[in-house]
């Protein structure tokens, strides 16, 4: 009788653990008209978050992967100065601080991020995009996409923006901005962007930034990591780039012997000129880790 009694009490409280199951939410705005610019402000607390074009002619779609117990979604947007304005705010309805957030990343997988979105953009619309991210990852697949500015902010996540086509920006993007307090900072096709200024700023951890071809326009760009590393692939040396690297002793460099020293920080190719439109100029800025240029 006592073992019966017993196993029914363990059941019974088995029962009672919450689960985690998970629960679908799908916003979508079918405005088309009133505006010539469509901005995007997405925050999520910790998620896995992935953006690329869909076909569709509405601007925006947001389907996302929730755990219940979690979750306080505000989505909401309107139209005024010329613009859609659209904003998703993904809270915590428990209280995750910021050091057990980073924590739960770096001692757990993807899985434990408790929350996945996926967002789709139009072919057919010019974007100004902001995110706002606690913990997680992002993957960002802007090929054909308009995008004028690009703002990524995260406690700490690693980000990835690339071009699954090759297809070039259609318009000049005015600014791409990453600030990550942890985490891997990676842009393939750099020069796909056509943005004229890129500030990366990473406190600890990695940021890559490949240039396979050249550029169709001047490009600034600021990387800046406090603990890790940077790691760049350039154009060809036909290309017009000049680099400036701000360094300390505990800052290990390596880079090509094609680059001509202009001073003990500067550097250049043989194709750089100084009024050249397409210039590439890049700040690299490591306290304690390494440089690698290729």
Known sequence: MLKKLCLLIFWIMVGAIPGQAQFVKEYKVTERKGYEIVYLNFSSYKSLTQLKRVISADPIYIHGHLLKSNILPDFKYSVHDNMLDTRLVHKNVESDNLGKSITSKLFSDDTDFDHSWDLGLGSNFLYHLEFNLGVGRADFDLAQIAVSKLKVKSASADVMIHYGTEVPNQVEMDTLLVTLNMGTVEVQNANFTNARKMIIEVNYGKINLNYGDGLSGKCQVIAAVS???????????????????KTTPMCRTVFPKYLKSIDKETYITRGYKASDPRLL???LDVGVGSITIE
């Open 281 to 283: 100029e890049l700040i």
């Open 227 to 245: 603990g890790g590393s940077i790691h760049l692939k350039l154009p060809p040396d036909s290309n017009p780039v000049k680099i400036r690297m």
